[in-house]
T-cell receptor, first 114, second 109 residues
């Protein structure tokens, strides 16, 4: 398996633009997580899904952020409109329900909002 | 959710054993203890997980005392490539994982 795949790897956009980050989890994994990492706040859990259903989105910073998982092999995190303070590395991770601790992380998307 | 406390940074030399201790005083009965490693420009990578006593795998050992209020990650004979940030987490089966600030380990030649 190729592991968790994220695209794009780097994104530079201007304030006010819509940004869509994409994630393909490991096949067979039933949990999917979105994280954001910054120097100031560290690694924060934004939202996670189980069997494509959002379970906990309490980490989503505000209404500008939304996440979807239309099927077991694809998820998106959208920011609309983007702001400079959204600049961060966004990680997607997936796990198999039976292995409670082991999440497999993707390479991340480095987002820069100018 | 249990809060964890770890040293901000540690230095070591190649070939030494490194022990990183994490405090989690309010750990709940059902909480597991998990450690991750993160290299620059990469996502975190699972190292080891335990509930009590001692767990060992090919990478590390995890020591958990009977009261479970702390845990120690032990890395035997570190090399330069073990320079990374190490995160201790406690969590239940709810999967809501909270990463703290982690411990930045720097291994010197």
């Amino acid at each position: 398996d190729a592991g968790v795949i994220q695209s794009p790897r780097h994104e530079v956009t201007e304030m006010g633009q819509e940004v869509t980050l994409r994630c393909k989890p490991i096949s067979g994994h039933d949990y999917l997580f979105w994280y954001r990492q910054t120097m100031m706040r560290g690694l924060e859990l934004l939202i996670y899904f189980n069997n494509n259903v959002p379970i906990d989105d309490s980490g989503m910073p505000e209404d500008r952020f939304s996440a979807k998982m239309p099927n077991a092999s694809f998820s998106t995190l959208k920011i609309q409109p983007s702001e400079p303070r959204d600049s961060a590395v966004y990680f997607c991770a997936s796990s198999l329900g039976a292995s409670e601790g082991e999440q497999f992380f993707g390479p991340g998307t480095r987002l820069t909002v100018l | 959710l249990a809060k964890t406390t770890q040293p901000i940074s540690m230095d070591s030399y190649e070939g030494q054993e490194v022990n990183i201790t994490c405090s989690h005083n309010n750990i709940a009965t059902n909480d597991y203890i998990t450690w991750y490693q993160q290299f620059p420009s990469q996502g975190p990578r699972f190292i080891i997980q335990g509930y009590k006593t001692k767990v060992t795998n090919e990478v590390a050992s995890l020591f958990i005392p009977a009261d479970r209020k702390s845990s120690t990650l032990s890395l035997p004979r570190v090399s330069l490539s073990d320079t990374a940030v190490y995160y201790c987490l406690v969590h239940t089966g709810g999967f809501k994982t909270i990463f703290g600030a982690g411990t930045r380990l720097f291994v010197k030649a």
